[in-house]
């Protein structure tokens, strides 16, 4: 199953630190873009590159760039906003695909409200975010929209992931890769992430 958990040090670290209920939205917000920046390092490390040729400053010499049209980064509204400045921090060129979202807390259905997909998605390589992947409903509806736009390339950053919103993704589009800092346990009965983080959306927004 292509979902890649990323134990480094600093994730683990920065992921303790937003588990704690008593951490402020100031710094719940600056672990998640941190976090962010971190898992798009190990999410692009296998981009294919192409040669070119620069002046530099002893003369003409061979270097390397990105192959390929910019990378489309795609946050979820609204929570996926918070870890979108992490990700351009890295990829400022990246072109943004706004995708909203509401997961309807009674049926637990992803119900879409919003669909601003960038062109040329056929060539570009669609890096989606949100902080959390729990029933999967909201990723699996993401993933729909881009994939009938044409796009052939997606990878998934969540912060953390329930085993049920990995399988579910992984059912239905076992080629998307998902990278995140956890996986978790298990949802509780009312489809939240345990331990998880509470509601992301809530934590990052001030909305508690
Ligand atoms: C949260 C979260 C995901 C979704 C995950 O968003 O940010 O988008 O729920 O749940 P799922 O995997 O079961 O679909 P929510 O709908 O609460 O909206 P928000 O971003 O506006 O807070
Ligand atoms: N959305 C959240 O914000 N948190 C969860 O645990 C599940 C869905």
Same mark, same amino acid.
């Given at each position: 199953?292509?979902?890649?958990? +990323? *134990?480094?040090?600093?994730?683990?670290?920065?992921? !303790?630190?937003?588990?704690?209920?008593?951490?402020?939205? /100031?710094?719940?917000?600056?672990?998640?873009?941190?976090?962010?920046?971190?898992?798009?390092?190990?999410?692009?490390? =296998?981009?294919?590159?192409?040669?070119?040729?620069?002046?530099?400053?002893?003369?003409?010499?061979?270097?390397?760039?990105?192959?390929?049209? /910019?990378?489309?980064?795609?946050? +979820?509204?609204?929570?996926?906003? !918070?870890?979108?400045?992490?990700?351009? @921090?890295?990829?400022? #060129?990246?072109?943004?695909?706004?995708?909203?979202?509401?997961? @309807?807390?009674?049926?637990? $259905?992803?119900?879409?409200?919003?669909?601003?997909?960038? #062109?040329?998605?056929? $060539?570009?390589?669609?890096?989606? +975010?949100?902080?959390?992947?729990?029933?999967?409903? *909201?990723?699996?509806?993401?993933? =729909?929209?881009? /994939?009938?736009?044409?796009?052939? *390339?997606?990878?998934?950053?969540?912060?953390?992931?329930?085993?049920?919103?990995?399988?579910?993704?992984?059912?239905?589009?076992?080629?998307?890769?998902?990278?995140?800092? *956890?996986?978790?346990?298990?949802? @509780?009965? @009312?489809?939240?992430?345990?331990? #998880?983080? !509470?509601?992301?959306?809530?934590?990052?927004?001030?909305?508690?």
């Amino acid at each position: 199953m292509p979902v890649h958990e +990323i *134990s480094h040090p600093l994730i683990r670290h920065k992921l !303790g630190l937003m588990r704690r209920a008593d951490l402020s939205t /100031k710094n719940f917000r600056e672990m998640a873009q941190e976090v962010a920046s971190l898992l798009t390092y190990e999410a692009t490390k =296998d981009l294919p590159m192409e040669p070119y040729t620069i002046q530099g400053w002893c003369g003409e010499l061979a270097a390397e760039k990105i192959a390929g049209k /910019k990378i489309t980064v795609v946050p +979820i509204l609204r929570a996926g906003i !918070g870890m979108l400045d992490g990700v351009l @921090n890295l990829i400022p #060129g990246a072109r943004v695909s706004a995708v909203g979202i509401a997961r @309807n807390e009674k049926t637990l $259905q992803a119900q879409p409200y919003l669909e601003k997909l960038v #062109g040329q998605l056929d $060539q570009r390589l669609a890096l989606i +975010i949100d902080p959390m992947l729990a029933t999967g409903g *909201s990723m699996l509806a993401t993933i =729909d929209m881009l /994939k009938k736009a044409g796009c052939r *390339s997606v990878r998934a950053l969540v912060l953390v992931a329930a085993p049920q919103g990995i399988e579910a993704v992984f059912a239905r589009y076992p080629d998307v890769h998902i990278y995140t800092a *956890s996986i978790d346990s298990h949802l @509780n009965e @009312n489809g939240y992430i345990i331990p #998880g983080l !509470g509601d992301a959306g809530d934590r990052l927004f001030g909305t508690r």
